[in-house]
């Protein structure tokens, strides 16, 4: 775990980072609390800080204050060090979003346990978030999450000038299995039909569950052409795939569509126009007899 420290005490900052770094922490340390503000406004900052309360340029409280008022993607654990020990003082830590709070001198082996609780709450946070971006049954990205991500990956797309491909995908004639075999049967489909996928795509590609039986993908750095061998080779695999849907009764096949479409520097498409598209080229898939693969057209 990474952990910022704001200490304008440079013996004292020594000695703490020499203490962290034993136990195993990533430390990046500041002498003041706009420095810290400046780590903790960008992408991939410490998950746990640790800041003393009177610094230059600004304080801990201040420095907890616009911590607390930024959109963060993820919480941060806040532990204020200082000599105040009056509860007046306390309470004003704890007002300003403070969420622990050690008077100096501090004990060490106290402040190794209370990074401790700080590392628990933590974790149990990313696991709520985790679960909150994950579809229950399918254990995909919910399409919410999904989106989000391939903002990120169309930005990076454009940025660097590579290609991005987009594959719609759901399992032909679903209703037939839900209504012959229950929806406990269906379910089981369903997981397996995302199994099958995820045993074909890149380890940093990425599946959304987009609604019902209808999945999307995302491709990174992939052209429309490798989307489409890679939708084939998906398409073949389910198709050949027993599926099982309950210990007394035998394995079913299923075939399934896709639509393909691709996003490159020169068209630079919106999230919404890639989904468009390659919802289009699935229809066009329904359309031509199913179990098949369509492109989206230029």
Known sequence: MKILIAEDDPIFKAILENNLKKWGYQVTSTSDGRQAWDIISKPGCPNLVIS???????????????MRAQAAPRYIYFILLTAKGEQQDILQGLEAGVDDYLTKPIDY?????????GERIIRLEEKVLELARKDSLTDTLNRRAFMEKL?????????????????????????QVNDQYGHIAGDRVLKQFVAQMAKIIRPYDFIGRYGGEEFILCLPDCSISHGR???????????????????????????????????????????????????????????????????AQP
């Open 229 to 295: 061998d890679i939708a084939e080779r998906m398409r073949s695999k389910i198709e050949t795939t027993a599926m099982h849907i309950s210990q007394s009764r035998p394995p079913i096949h299923i075939t399934s569509s896709f639509g393909v479409s691709s996003f490159t520097s020169t068209n630079e498409q919106t999230a919404e126009s890639l989904i468009k598209n390659a919802d289009d080229a699935l229809y066009s898939a329904k359309n031509k007899g199913r179990n098949c693969v369509r492109m």
């Open 109 to 117: 082996m106290e402040l190794k346990y209370r990074i401790h609780i």
């Open 151 to 175: 903002d990120e990956e169309l930005e990076r797309a454009a940025r660097n000038k590579v290609p991005l491909s987009l594959l719609m995908t759901d399992i032909d004639h679903f209703k």
């Open 52 to 66: 003393d309360w009177m610094m230059p340029e600004m304080d801990g409280l201040q420095l907890c204050r616009n």
